[in-house]
């Protein structure tokens, strides 16, 4: 094998292995704002998944398959191979991902010559952002490799019509695999239209051939839209007109003509380019070369078309509201292409000047000043400000124009003096080289300390909780936007559902739903109790997750509960017991006496004690009345019992990491002291006094609690009378149902302490856990736990 042969092997064995390396593990928390890069994957394989284990393919409203019904046969068809899980979905998805690369190299080695073909290679394989994507079973990476292979065609065509039509036909099926890429059907059609324009006069194709030619693209992508739009669309075009109904448009497109302008001002491409500032700002600097090359009439189809997707990609969500990374990871690949020729550009300089026309230079300046003032605006001067700090003028129209016309001007005066008198010696063309291979490092050392980052910190939650609810839970059916994620690992019944999009109409009717796990982040937890609250307010809380930076909870919907009860003497109690499945319940009935009424209270913690029958119930379907008898003796009568049932499969006692809750003060610290990881760090000496924990305003049911904050303490002022306050609020810290200081003189330095809170929640109550510290320590928050009672609160002493 020969030297390019080696490195091309190695670098695809590298590439390749990166993606390949921990599938299961989560993508990373701080890569995207949304939660689609966690859990989508679940809704897009789940009419694959319900066909293979429960033999529908659709058993509810949600039809992933007509979003991208390629894809979901292939995952199908995988499936019944291998099994469903996450890995086997995700295998799916790295096969196009290695595809992506193939055929990537394959139009790039034509193009750029050797090592720049393999540098463009690597610098895509090792991309974060496009890495990252590949490796998580999504739309995405399937259609960025039709986008791609319909380039190839183009590319390999030669004006041969065939390969052309296919070229035509793969650009259509990037829009079978994700509708919102559309603007990329065209993208071959005007580039080859564009190439034939510039430089027909060297190819000399006669009219009828070329109308021939663009006329097999257009064939290729009518054909494809004919066998989707009878196949696919016709059958299915109710529910698929309501897929991209008023909910997805007011989401995705702006209302009017103001709000698409306001986002073209706002386009936050720093938020998404930041972690790639070599390749994006190399690939802007190119464009006004390749805009010479195009009037000379040597630019090649490879970069006029990557050129067109990037354009036809960065105009189209310029204007849209919703606009997630996941939407911007097409745009990586004709970056990286173009940064690279940048690259080879100034490596291997060696054209000499160009006889333009006056109007040719005249259009090359127009252009270089709209081009380059763009840049600055979206690209230049925002990295700049994330790297080196705010300028030190303001931003305005005028600055932009006036640092675009300095850059072009002094830009021009390089170019001047390079060919003049610098191009031929040799040590400005070495400082070339040196100055393109410390981009390209830089680069590569960006992206890899990324991924690197990543694999240190790396979870397998979404696999180990999926897993846990299968253990957990019999024959479950699982509500919420996140429930196919969370039982991709599983056998349960997954339920899709969000408001005005799918499955939001009388779900907890129209299904036989047991649990619902709902998130926080996007407060569907709230949209749950505030839609469905006789279903909600009757729910248990049966477990927590931490993940993503955020908390879900698992509910179940579908348990037996107490809707009322009376007593005499706190002893003997008539009960009326809810049961609202149909089979037939064990349970123990378990009381909690509390001693003092409910009021404000601070130190003096109010007494309680359990109690209750260790004979088994049986519950039938329906409404039952009960009558127990609970041998207890009291010395003080109790002012409130609290009854609730045991069952074997349920659970009291959750934790909320610290790190999960909002802050005011203190700093996210990585330790291996901490039960996940992280500790909530308070430096009396660096950080202001404040609210080191509050929220997470949940909702909870009537019950009782008991709240231990996990904490230590260092650099502790003795002189300081306060130090922490820890309280349980709602409202905003309107309403307190438990609150208690703490001073110096009860801190022990450096040792886990554990102050708690005892409390009853009379009735639903959106909590909040608050810790408030007034800097008279140093603290380490590792987590709180709940040991959280469900029932039915009545009053003691028979009234």
């Given at each position: 094998?020969?030297?390019?042969?080696?490195?091309?092997?190695?670098?695809?064995?590298?590439?390749?292995?990166?993606?390949?390396?921990t599938?299961?593990?989560?993508?990373?928390a701080?890569?995207?704002?949304?939660?689609?890069l966690?859990?989508?994957?679940?809704?897009?394989?789940?009419?694959a998944?319900?066909?293979?284990?429960?033999?529908?393919?659709y058993?509810?409203?949600?039809?992933?398959?007509?979003?991208?019904?390629?894809?979901?046969?292939?995952?199908?068809?995988?499936?019944?191979?291998?099994?469903?899980?996450?890995?086997?979905?995700?295998?799916?998805?790295?096969?196009?991902?290695?595809?992506?690369?193939?055929?990537?190299?394959?139009?790039?080695?034509?193009?750029?010559?050797?090592?720049?073909?393999i540098?463009a290679?690597?610098?895509?394989?090792?991309?974060?952002?496009?890495?990252?994507?590949?490796?998580?079973?999504?739309?995405?990476?399937?259609?960025?490799?039709?986008?791609?292979?319909?380039?190839?065609?183009?590319?390999?065509?030669?004006?041969?019509?065939?390969?052309?039509?296919?070229?035509?036909?793969?650009?259509?099926?990037?829009?079978?695999?994700?509708?919102?890429?559309?603007?990329?059907?065209?993208?071959?059609?005007?580039?080859?239209?564009?190439?034939?324009?510039?430089?027909?006069?060297?190819?000399?194709l006669?009219l009828k051939?070329?109308?021939?030619?663009?006329?097999?693209i257009?064939?290729?992508?009518f054909?494809?839209?004919?066998?989707?739009?009878?196949?696919?669309?016709?059958?299915?075009?109710?529910?698929?007109?309501?897929?991209?109904?008023?909910f997805?448009k007011?989401?995705?497109?702006?209302?009017?003509?103001?709000?698409?302008?306001?986002?073209i001002?706002?386009?936050?491409?720093?938020?998404?380019?930041?972690?790639?500032?070599?390749?994006?700002?190399?690939?802007?600097?190119?464009?006004?070369?390749?805009?010479?090359?195009?009037?000379?009439?040597?630019?090649?189809?490879?970069?006029?078309?990557?050129?067109?997707?990037?354009?036809?990609?960065?105009?189209?969500?310029?204007?849209?509201s919703?606009?997630?990374?996941?939407?911007?990871?097409?745009?990586?690949?004709?970056?990286v292409?173009?940064?690279t020729?940048?690259?080879?550009?100034?490596?291997?300089?060696?054209?000499?000047?160009?006889?333009?026309?006056?109007?040719q230079?005249?259009?090359?300046?127009?252009?270089?000043?709209?081009?380059?003032?763009?840049?600055?605006?979206?690209?230049?001067?925002?990295?700049?400000?994330?790297?080196f700090?705010?300028?030190?003028f303001?931003?305005?129209?005028?600055?932009?124009?006036?640092?675009?016309?300095?850059l072009?001007?002094?830009?021009?005066?390089?170019?001047?003096?390079?060919?003049?008198?610098?191009?031929?010696?040799?040590?400005?063309?070495?400082?070339?080289?040196?100055?393109?291979?410390?981009?390209i490092?830089?680069?590569?050392?960006?992206?890899?300390?990324?991924?690197?980052?990543?694999?240190?910190?790396?979870?397998?939650?979404?696999?180990?909780?999926?897993?846990?609810?299968?253990?957990?839970?019999?024959?479950?059916?699982?509500?919420?936007l996140?429930?196919p994620?969370?039982?991709?690992?599983n056998?349960?019944?997954?339920?899709?559902?969000?408001?005005?999009?799918v499955?939001?109409?009388?779900?907890?009717?129209?299904?036989?739903?047991?649990?619902?796990?709902?998130?926080?982040?996007?407060?569907?937890?709230?949209?749950?109790?505030?839609?469905w609250?006789?279903?909600?307010?009757?729910?248990?809380?049966?477990?927590?997750?931490?993940?993503?930076?955020?908390?879900?909870?698992?509910?179940?919907?579908?348990?037996?509960?107490?809707?009322?009860?009376?007593?005499?003497d706190?002893?003997?109690?008539?009960?009326?017991?809810?049961?609202?499945?149909?089979?037939?319940?064990?349970?123990?009935?378990?009381?909690?006496?509390?001693?003092?009424?409910?009021?404000?209270?601070?130190q003096?913690?109010?007494?309680?004690?359990?109690?209750?029958?260790?004979?088994?119930?049986?519950?039938?379907?329906?409404?039952?009345?009960?009558?127990?008898?609970?041998?207890?003796?009291f010395?003080?009568?109790p002012q409130?019992?609290?009854?609730?049932?045991?069952?074997?499969n349920?659970?009291?006692?959750?934790?909320?990491?610290?790190?999960?809750?909002?802050?005011?003060?203190?700093?996210?610290?990585?330790?291996?002291?901490?039960?996940?990881?992280?500790?909530?760090?308070?430096?009396?000496?660096?950080?202001e006094?404040?609210?080191?924990?509050?929220?997470?305003?949940?909702?909870?049911?009537?019950?009782?609690?008991?709240?231990?904050?996990?904490?230590?303490?260092h650099?502790?002022?003795?002189?300081?009378?306060?130090?922490?306050?820890?309280?349980?609020?709602?409202?905003?810290?309107?309403?307190?149902?438990?609150?208690?200081?703490?001073?110096?003189?009860?801190?022990?330095?450096?040792?886990y302490?554990?102050?708690?809170?005892?409390?009853?929640?009379?009735?639903?109550?959106?909590?909040?856990?608050?810790?408030?510290?007034?800097?008279g320590?140093?603290?380490?928050?590792?987590?709180?736990?709940?040991?959280?009672?469900?029932?039915?609160?009545?009053?003691?002493?028979?009234?």
């Amino acid at each position: 094998m020969n030297r390019r042969t080696i490195f091309l092997l190695l670098v695809f064995i590298f590439i390749i292995t990166l993606r390949l390396y921990t599938p299961e593990a989560d993508p990373p928390a701080d890569l995207s704002w949304s939660g689609g890069l966690w859990f989508d994957e679940g809704n897009q394989c789940h009419n694959a998944r319900c066909k293979l284990l429960f033999n529908e393919w659709y058993p509810d409203e949600w039809k992933d398959l007509l979003y991208a019904p390629l894809l979901g046969y292939l995952k199908y068809a995988w499936f019944k191979i291998a099994g469903v899980g996450l890995l086997q979905e995700r295998l799916v998805i790295h096969f196009f991902s290695i595809l992506c690369l193939i055929f990537f190299y394959l139009i790039v080695r034509d193009t750029l010559s050797f090592p720049y073909d393999i540098i463009a290679l690597l610098l895509l394989g090792i991309n974060y952002i496009y890495l990252m994507y590949n490796r998580v079973g999504m739309f995405e990476t399937p259609t960025i490799f039709f986008a791609i292979l319909s380039l190839y065609f183009l590319i390999k065509a030669r004006h041969r019509p065939f390969f052309l039509f296919l070229s035509g036909a793969s650009a259509f099926l990037i829009y079978t695999f994700k509708n919102l890429y559309i603007p990329f059907v065209p993208v071959t059609f005007f580039a080859y239209l564009v190439f034939v324009i510039f430089n027909n006069k060297e190819l000399k194709l006669p009219l009828k051939r070329i109308i021939v030619n663009a006329g097999s693209i257009l064939a290729g992508i009518f054909v494809v839209f004919l066998i989707w739009y009878t196949t696919f669309y016709l059958p299915n075009r109710e529910w698929i007109l309501h897929g991209a109904g008023p909910f997805i448009k007011s989401v995705l497109f702006p209302e009017d003509m103001d709000k698409a302008i306001d986002n073209i001002l706002r386009y936050p491409l720093i938020h998404y380019y930041k972690r790639l500032p070599i390749i994006w700002a190399a690939s802007l600097l190119y464009i006004p070369i390749l805009f010479r090359k195009l009037l000379r009439r040597t630019a090649t189809i490879a970069e006029l078309s990557f050129f067109m997707l990037f354009m036809a990609h960065g105009l189209f969500f310029s204007f849209i509201s919703y606009r997630p990374i996941r939407y911007f990871v097409a745009a990586v690949p004709p970056m990286v292409f173009l940064a690279t020729l940048l690259f080879e550009k100034l490596s291997k300089h060696t054209s000499q000047p160009y006889a333009y026309s006056r109007i040719q230079i005249f259009s090359i300046y127009l252009f270089d000043f709209i081009w380059l003032y763009l840049a600055m605006y979206l690209c230049f001067i925002p990295l700049f400000t994330l790297y080196f700090g705010p300028l030190a003028f303001p931003r305005s129209l005028l600055q932009y124009l006036l640092t675009t016309i300095i850059l072009i001007v002094f830009a021009r005066l390089l170019y001047y003096l390079y060919f003049r008198y610098l191009q031929k010696k040799t040590a400005i063309n070495i400082l070339l080289k040196i100055a393109v291979a410390l981009l390209i490092l830089g680069s590569i050392t960006i992206n890899m300390k990324q991924y690197i980052d990543w694999q240190i910190n790396k979870t397998y939650k979404i696999r180990d909780i999926s897993r846990k609810l299968g253990v957990d839970l019999k024959n479950a059916y699982i509500a919420g936007l996140t429930s196919p994620a969370f039982n991709i690992e599983n056998k349960h019944k997954s339920l899709f559902l969000w408001e005005n999009f799918v499955n939001y109409n009388e779900p907890y009717k129209k299904y036989p739903l047991t649990h619902a796990i709902l998130g926080l982040f996007n407060k569907e937890i709230h949209y749950h109790f505030g839609k469905w609250p006789e279903i909600m307010n009757q729910s248990y809380l049966v477990d927590v997750f931490n993940l993503r930076n955020t908390i879900f909870h698992l509910y179940a919907v579908r348990e037996a509960y107490i809707a009322d009860f009376t007593t005499t003497d706190n002893k003997t109690f008539t009960l009326k017991i809810i049961n609202p499945v149909k089979e037939t319940i064990s349970t123990k009935i378990r009381a909690l006496y509390l001693f003092e009424p409910d009021q404000q209270r601070s130190q003096e913690m109010p007494a309680y004690s359990f109690n209750g029958t260790e004979e088994l119930y049986n519950i039938s379907p329906g409404e039952n009345t009960l009558e127990i008898n609970i041998p207890v003796e009291f010395e003080v009568p109790p002012q409130s019992v609290l009854l609730y049932l045991e069952t074997t499969n349920m659970k009291n006692i959750f934790r909320y990491e610290a790190e999960m809750m909002k802050k005011e003060t203190g700093e996210r610290i990585k330790t291996k002291e901490a039960s996940d990881g992280y500790f909530v760090a308070f430096d009396r000496q660096r950080h202001e006094k404040g609210f080191l924990s509050f929220g997470p305003f949940i909702p909870y049911r009537q019950g009782f609690m008991i709240v231990k904050y996990k904490l230590r303490y260092h650099d502790i002022d003795r002189n300081n009378k306060n130090v922490a306050l820890f309280e349980v609020s709602a409202g905003h810290g309107k309403k307190r149902f438990a609150y208690r200081h703490i001073g110096a003189a009860e801190l022990v330095e450096g040792q886990y302490q554990f102050p708690s809170l005892y409390f009853m929640i009379p009735d639903v109550s959106e909590l909040e856990f608050r810790l408030y510290v007034y800097g008279g320590a140093s603290i380490d928050f590792d987590s709180i736990d709940i040991e959280y009672y469900q029932g039915k609160w009545g009053l003691g002493n028979g009234d």
